[in-house]
């Protein structure tokens, strides 16, 4: 017994599989099956509107804008190299090591 009138066909050029739980994108409102929901995988064109990252510098507190299309370590890196604030006139690496016999210094206090 056939339900014609229940779900809804993906809205993937290659896919157009019948779902019975079809899921509504959020970004572009094409309707997708369970295997092309995610914006990678419809390649939906409108995803950068909803996927958004601005990662906080981990020496500053500050946040970082991203521009599109960057790797935000990358982008951080810069603004440690370049813009940070907290770099200035203080040494990043004072927390030593807390392994026996290691000199070596952190920038961030680990306990072993």
């Keep these: 017994m056939e339900f014609p009138n229940l779900g809804q066909n993906c809205s993937k050029e290659t896919c157009k599989r019948l779902d019975f739980l079809p899921v509504k994108c959020d970004a572009c409102s094409g309707i997708f099956c369970s295997d092309h929901m995610s914006y990678s995988s419809h390649e939906c064109q409108?995803?950068?509107k909803k996927n958004v990252?601005?990662?906080?510098?981990?020496?500053?507190?500050k946040?970082?804008?991203i521009p599109r299309g960057q790797e935000p370590d990358f982008t951080?890196?810069?603004h440690i190299d370049n813009e940070c604030r907290f770099t200035?006139?203080?040494k990043?690496?004072?927390n030593r090591c807390?392994?026996?016999k290691c000199r070596g210094k952190?920038?961030?206090p680990f306990g072993v």
């Design 46 to 48: 409108s995803a950068y």
């Design 53 to 61: 990252q601005v990662p906080m510098c981990p020496l500053c507190n």
């Design 63 to 65: 946040p970082v804008p």
């Design 76 to 78: 951080v890196g810069q």
């Design 88 to 90: 200035e006139g203080r």
């Design 92 to 94: 990043v690496f004072t």
């Design 98 to 100: 807390m392994v026996t």
């Design 106 to 108: 952190e920038a961030v």
